[in-house]
């Protein structure tokens, strides 16, 4: 392994120890069981699990850390390398643009020896380019870029400097050549413009001197600094011709604007924007990361063929393994599921939810850690018995738990009919629903059906951002699944099937388990209405048209066009289902502040506390963000709440924590929750009470001079997506001081 110095420092990180690793003791791994459950079925069983650092040894891959990525960290793994007859081994690497030490270890083993050696080596160059980047860029900004050159030749000279640019930016005058004597260093300014489109931008840099040459280069994300906007329209088109795509209006940026066409004879591709949004949802709490690969152990091949640029050569059953994977890092001791990675509290009802989808993925063909499961399973079981008066929020994440378990061959005959008999008359219709389908699970036809008799009751009117994160839509869609899995002739289905398809096809996006469930139920049941006749047409907007063979899937990715979209189709009575996906940046001065639900305000502040003097600020200094967020419409959980940073600022510490308080400030709740450190941006995880503003304070150092949009600060409940709230934007100026004369 070769892997740079200043990242084994930074991490702590150790040479590998093979001794340490096979002399180590080990904790004794035993599992307890009892049938109390069976005797009791009022008594919870739960049991702690064995000790250890395994639970958490999946966890390094997803764990973030407080430092985020400017450069290609230097780290090489040879994999398993053969010695030659005199015992060595040659392995070489190409290291990118990096001046400093490598630390090189090397593990060996022979038969039943083994041993570790290692050394230190350090890489310079005689000349050194050293630009100063920000880490993305943003639409307009103005930039100064920092570059700076060392001499270490063994004389002094002129060292010229010169610079390109790809992408939508553009240079300003290059800075004169520079005078250096040997083991000396200065520094110039580069300005660059940002264009007011979004994409790559590839800065290269080089110097030229003393018969040396130097290199230096980046690719940098350009964005907007207000979020992307995201619109899905859906079509059934019976006749020959239609729109299926209407024009947008010019609050866009028409450089900004992407549009994708699916077209074809199933009726489930009607409702494929839902998978693809879902499958580029940007956050992973146990829910989210279930609901993104739940789909995929179904319609994996269409997923792939719908979306082949969101999965790696391993496929939808890659991303599917990596979601258990990382499930794993939300496992508590408790055998539960934590909202977050690091969470020790377990979330009854994503607990079942996770369970759910394990079993389904173990189905499928994926390997499941046995303990993960086992452990899962004692959780639930504790979830199983709610006392008698108990809320309807645990008597179904009881009916849940109760499926679960009888999915998983682990039925708990004693506690279906506890909850049954003590709590028939108040069950909600989705709990009724899991309690039957716990029942036919285990062949108790007589206790299922009679549940079923009576149809389950919907409360269109419900949504939860919390608790269960039930809602009329995703109650449906996970009772439409049981039936169609235990009763898949119940006459209460095409009923069901059409109100899902109807709420799915207008257009909104849902949360991530509305969608997910939704979308599975919609799939398993229009599996057999699938039309695998052809069509051909001409597909039609302002700036072009495209035609095309016959087919029964249509694709058209990257059509740049405001205007509307049109379909002539043949034969003309083939019914083509049509879905149009936009993504679109807002102009800046369309851009207005909203609250809906919910307020945010964000404020630079000097070290003092005191406002920034006309918006600037001192390239090297210190400022602090206060970012304040409340709900004006009563206790809102899981609230996402979202600070993009201007492009010239960088996180110096994301959270002033009540030990780290300064002076002036004052005592008030604070914003706290599970956060999510980014490149170029800040994120939240929280929940909100009725009591007013919750408020955090982030450090952020001025690191590159110039002109910066400061980006509104959002808000949004996940699972509320009404309840959301957009701040005001803002210019800040990095100013540098002057050189030296």
Not at 20 to 44: E, T, W
Not at 346 to 353: E, I, M, N, Q, R
Not at 693 to 715: E, I, M, N
């Amino acid at each position: 392994a070769v892997v740079d110095e200043g990242i084994m420092q930074l991490a702590g990180g150790k040479n590998p120890d093979p001794f340490a690793h096979f002399y180590a003791q080990r904790a004794l791994d035993v599992i307890s069981y009892d049938n109390f459950a069976f005797m009791f079925p009022h008594v919870g069983a739960a049991r702690p699990l064995a000790g250890g650092g395994d639970d958490l040894g999946g966890a390094s891959s997803f764990m973030r850390t407080e430092g985020i990525r400017r450069v290609k960290p230097v780290t090489f793994w040879s994999g398993v390398l053969d010695a030659d007859q005199t015992g060595t081994v040659s392995h070489n690497v190409r290291l990118p643009d990096f001046q400093g030490a490598l630390r090189i270890v090397a593990v060996g083993n022979k038969e039943k020896s083994f041993g570790v050696g290692a050394a230190m080596t350090r890489v310079r160059t005689p000349l050194v380019l050293t630009p100063t980047l920000p880490r993305f860029l943003a639409l307009g900004d103005e930039i100064e870029i920092p570059l700076t050159l060392r001499n270490d030749t063994p004389a002094a000279g002129s060292f010229r400097i010169d610079a390109s640019v790809t992408g939508p930016a553009t240079l300003g005058t290059m800075p004169a050549p520079l005078t250096l004597e040997p083991g000396r260093e200065d520094t110039v300014y580069l300005p660059l413009r940002c264009g007011m489109e979004e994409g790559k931008v590839t800065l290269s840099f080089t110097a030229t001197g003393n018969g040396e040459t130097a290199t230096a280069g980046e690719e940098l994300d350009q964005r907007s600094p207000l979020p992307v906007t995201r619109m899905m329209e859906s079509t059934t088109l019976d006749a020959a011709s239609g729109r299926i795509g209407a024009a947008l209006p010019d609050t866009f940026l028409p450089g900004s604007v992407e549009r994708m066409v699916r077209l074809s004879t199933r009726p489930l591709l009607r409702y494929s924007g839902h998978l693809e949004n879902l499958l580029g949802y940007p956050y992973g709490c146990a829910e989210q990361t279930v609901s993104k690969a739940f789909p995929l152990l179904h319609f994996g091949a269409l997923a792939r063929e719908l979306a082949p640029g969101r999965f790696n050569a391993t496929g939808p059953a890659g991303l599917a393994q990596a979601a258990i994977r990382r499930l794993q890092t939300m496992q508590t001791p408790s055998g539960g599921y934590a909202f977050w990675p690091g969470g020790t509290e377990p979330d009854p009802w994503v607990s079942a939810y996770v369970c759910h989808f394990l079993l389904e993925a173990q189905l499928a063909g994926h390997t499941i850690p046995e303990r993960m499961l086992e452990s899962a399973f004692s959780y639930l079981e504790s979830l199983a018995n709610p006392e008698a008066g108990s809320s309807a929020q645990k008597i179904e994440q009881a009916a849940y738990a109760l499926y679960v378990l009888a999915q998983g061959k682990r039925s708990n005959l004693g506690s279906q009919d506890y909850l049954r008999a003590t709590f028939e008359k108040s069950l909600s219709g989705v709990a009724r629903t899991l309690l039957a389908g716990a029942y036919l699970e285990t062949s108790n036809q007589a206790a299922g059906f009679a549940l079923l008799h009576a149809s389950p009751a919907i409360d269109d009117k419900r949504r939860e951002s919390g608790g269960n994160l039930g809602s009329g839509l995703r109650d449906r869609a996970l009772i439409a699944l049981i039936l169609l899995k235990s009763v898949p002739d119940d006459p209460r289905l095409p009923e069901l099937m059409t109100r899902l398809g109807s709420e799915l096809g207008h257009g909104a996006w849902h949360s991530t388990q509305e969608t997910s469930l939704a979308f599975m139920a919609l799939g398993k049941y229009l599996a057999a209405l699938d039309d695998s006749r052809p069509f051909a047409g001409t597909l039609t907007w302002a700036e072009g048209a495209q035609s095309f063979e016959e087919t029964t899937l249509f694709m058209r990715e990257d059509i740049r066009t405001l205007g509307a979209l049109t379909l002539d189709k043949t034969p003309a009575d083939r019914t083509v289902f049509a879905t149009v996906l936009t993504s679109a940046t807002p102009r800046a001065d369309a851009y207005a502040p909203d609250s809906q639900g919910l307020e945010v305000e964000q404020t630079l502040l000097r070290e003092d506390g005191q406002p920034l003097e006309g918006d600037s600020v001192r390239q090297g200094d210190l400022i602090i963000m206060r970012t304040r967020v409340r709900s004006t419409s009563g206790p809102v959980d899981n609230v996402v709440v979202q600070s993009l940073l201007p492009a010239g600022l960088e996180v110096e510490n994301p959270r002033l924590a009540t030990t780290e308080r300064l002076d002036w400030m004052e005592e008030e709740a604070q914003l706290e929750g599970y956060q999510d450190l980014r490149d170029d941006r800040i994120l939240v995880f929280t929940g909100l009470d009725a009591n007013g503003w919750k408020t955090r304070h982030s450090v952020l150092r001025a690191v590159t001079p110039g002109r910066f949009t400061l980006p509104p600060v959002q808000a949004e409940a996940m699972y509320h997506p009404g309840l959301r709230a957009g701040g005001a934007m803002g210019i800040v100026t990095v100013t540098r001081d002057a050189p030296t004369p």
